[in-house]
Nanobody, 126 residues
């Protein structure tokens, strides 16, 4: 299984970025797909997750970020708008076999996420 994240980069505060994560080697529709981030010196933080049952956002993403998926392309996206310097982090995509997007944060906390991508760096300048 491979999760290939892309789309990170340097952007000014207030700008936008769209991250993509292309999955291969798994039955994409059977997996909750999500995004996490980790800033230097900080713990990994849940950002957003999506499944057929719906979407679920972490507090930092609500109102600014939108997660979506294209099951025909085995790809999950994270549209990030109104970016702030505190959004600077390495963003990781994740895949976890299940039914509920809301379960992904807990699955991460207990170390039960099935697959992780390699991460893409997002830097937001002030």
């Amino acid at each position: 299984v491979q999760l290939q994240a892309s789309g990170g980069g340097l952007v000014q505060a207030g700008g936008s970025l769209r991250l993509s994560c292309a999955a291969s080697g798994l039955t994409f529709g059977n997996y909750v797909m999500g995004w996490f981030r980790q800033a230097p010196g900080q713990e990994r933080e849940f950002v957003a997750a999506i499944m057929r049952s719906g979407v679920y956002y972490g507090d930092s993403a609500k109102g600014r970020f939108t997660i979506s998926r294209d099951n025909t392309k085995n790809t999950v996206y994270l549209q990030m708008n109104s970016l702030k310097p505190e959004d600077t982090a390495v963003y990781y995509c994740a895949a976890d076999q299940g039914l509920r997007a809301q379960a992904m944060p807990l699955q991460s906390k207990i170390g039960r996420i099935d697959y992780w991508g390699q991460g893409t760096l997002v830097t937001v300048s002030s």
